[in-house]
C-alpha cells in the first residue's frame, strides 16, 4: 500500500463510494475503510434514487464498489476504523492495528437510529415500520399507518404524513403531551391520539398487522412511522474536533468542509436531507473541494491564485 494517500475515506456508504469515483478519475490515491454496517441494512428496497429506484440496498453498494474497480488508485478495505489524528502534512488513522496517512480525510460514517423499544417491532423495521415518508411513504399510500411518536413527537411527522394517506393514528405510547394547537390541528384533521402503552407489534414476513395495547385493544394497521432520533454512527469527528449542529450532525459548510482544516464530512453524518442520492452528492461535492485543495498544493498556489483552478463545471 502507497505510505501516503491523497485521500482516507473512512465509509463506503453513497456518500464514500461516491466521493472515491469521483477521486479515483482525478487519478487520486485513495483508501475506502468501511466496516460494513450501512443505516439501511434493515431495509427492504431504495426508494428515490434515479435509475435505482426500488433496489435492494445491498446492490447498490455492490454496484458502486464494482464501478470503482477500473480505478486502480482506489483502494478498499473492509475494515472499521478506530483512531483518526492530525498530523503535520495531514491525517493519520488506526484501521485493524495498520497505521496509514493521508494528506486529506473525508468522513462518510453515517448515522444509526434510535428504534423505539417495543416489542416485535424489530422484525417489521424497514419492511413495513419506517422512519421517512420520503423514502417509504408511497408503498403505504392510503393505507392504515400509525404514527409512533412519545409526548408531543408524532403531531409533525403526522401532519407530514396526510400527504401519502388519510387514515393516520398517533400512538404516543404513554400521555400525550400535545399543545391545545396541535390537538386542534390533528382533531381537524381526523387524526386521533392513541395515548394506552403498546404491549407489543403484530405481524408476519415483515407486514405489519396490528398493534396490540396494554389494555388487550387491538389497533389493525399496514404501516408505522416513527421519529425517535439518532446518533453518529462513530465518533471520529468529534474526536478530531469538529463541531455540531444542536441536532447532533457535524457541521459543514461549503463543499462538507469542515472547521478542521483538511477534514470533509460528507452523507447522513453532516445531514442535510437524509437520503441516498444526496449523501451521493455530498460526496462527489467533498471530492471536488479535495481535488481542487490538493491541486493548490501540489502547484504551490494560494489563495489569490483561485481562477487558475477554478473549474468550468
Ligand atoms: C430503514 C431505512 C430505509 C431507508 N430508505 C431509504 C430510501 O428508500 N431511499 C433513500 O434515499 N434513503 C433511504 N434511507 C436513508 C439512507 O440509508 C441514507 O441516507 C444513506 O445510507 C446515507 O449514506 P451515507 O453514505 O451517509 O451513510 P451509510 O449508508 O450509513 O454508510 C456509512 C458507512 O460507514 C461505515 N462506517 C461507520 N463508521 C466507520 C468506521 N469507524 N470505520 C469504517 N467504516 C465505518 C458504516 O459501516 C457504513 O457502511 C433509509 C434509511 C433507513 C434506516
Known sequence: MDPMF????????????????????????V???????????????????????????????????EQLRPYTTVHMRSDEVTEARRVDNGFEITVNNDVVSSRKLLIATGVVDELPDIEGLKP??????????????????????AIYGREDQGAGLALELTGWSRDLIICTDGPAT??????????????????ERIARLEGSDGQLDSIVFDNGDVLPRRGMFFN????????????????FTDRGAVR?????????????????????????????AEGAEAAFAINKALIKEDLLLNDSDETATRSRV
Open 31 to 65: 483508501l475506502v475503510c468501511d466496516a460494513g454496517k450501512p443505516r439501511n441494512k434493515a431495509s427492504h428496497a431504495l426508494h428515490g434514487y434515479l435509475t435505482r429506484d426500488g433496489i435492494e440496498p445491498a446492490d447498490l453498494l455492490r454496484i458502486g464498489r
Open 228 to 243: 425517535t432520533g439518532q446518533d453518529q454512527r462513530c465518533d471520529l469527528a468529534a474526536r478530531l474536533g469538529c463541531e
Open 124 to 145: 417489521l423495521y424497514g419492511q413495513s415500520v419506517f422512519h421517512c415518508p420520503y423514502c417509504d411513504g408511497w408503498e403505504l399510500r392510503d393505507k392504515p399507518i
Open 252 to 280: 459543514t459548510g461549503e463543499y462538507e468542509m469542515t472547521n478542521v482544516p483538511g477534514l470533509f464530512v460528507a452523507g447522513d453524518a453532516s445531514r442535510a436531507v437524509q437520503l441516498a442520492i444526496v449523501a451521493a
Open 6 to 29: 491523497d485521500v482516507i475515506i473512512v465509509g463506503g456508504g453513497p456518500a464514500g463510494l461516491s466521493a472515491a469515483l469521483i477521486l479515483g478519475r482525478c487519478r487520486r490515491s
Open 178 to 195: 400535545l399543545s391545545a394547537s396541535d390537538r386542534k390541528q390533528l382533531d381537524g384533521l381526523n387524526i386521533p391520539v392513541r395515548e
